[in-house]
Nanobody
C-alpha cells in the first residue's frame, strides 16, 4: 500500500510562489509516474503536470506552462511542484497521485493512489 502526503499549500498574493511537496511511504515509488491535479470549488479535477518514473519526461497543462515545474527525488520518495507567478485562478486544492507505470497520464482516473490534498489560495 502506498500513502501520499502533500504539504506546502497556503495563502499567497498574486505573483508569488509556493512549493508543494508530496511524500510517499509504504513502498518506494521509484519507477512509477507521478502527477499533480487540482480541483477548484464547483469544478472538475484537472490535470496540472506529471513526471515519468525515471524523471526524464514531463507533461504540463497549458494553463500553467512556464510557471509551474514538477520534479522528483526518488531517494527521498518525494515529488515537488514549484509554482511561480501565481494567479487567483490557480486557487484550488492540489492533489498528488501515483500511477503504477513508468509513463504518466493526464487522466485522473488512470492514477492508482492519491494524497489528501493541500489548499492553495492566491489573493488578488
Amino acid at each position: 500500500q502506498v500513502q501520499l502526503v502533500e504539504s506546502g499549500g497556503g495563502l499567497v498574493q498574486a505573483g508569488g510562489s509556493l512549493r508543494l511537496s508530496c511524500a510517499g511511504s509504504g513502498r518506494t515509488f521509484s519507477g512509477y509516474a507521478m502527477g499533480w491535479f487540482r480541483q477548484a470549488p464547483g469544478k472538475e479535477r484537472e490535470f496540472v503536470t506529471a513526471i515519468s518514473g525515471s524523471g526524464g519526461n514531463t507533461a504540463t497543462a497549458d494553463s500553467v506552462k512556464g510557471r509551474f515545474t514538477i520534479s522528483r527525488d526518488n531517494a527521498k520518495n518525494t515529488v515537488y511542484l514549484q509554482m511561480n507567478s501565481l494567479k487567483p485562478e490557480d486557487t484550488a486544492v492540489y492533489y498528488c497521485a501515483l500511477i503504477r507505470k513508468n509513463w504518466y497520464s493526464t487522466r485522473f482516473d488512470q492514477y492508482d493512489y492519491w494524497g489528501q490534498g493541500t489548499q492553495v489560495t492566491v489573493s488578488s
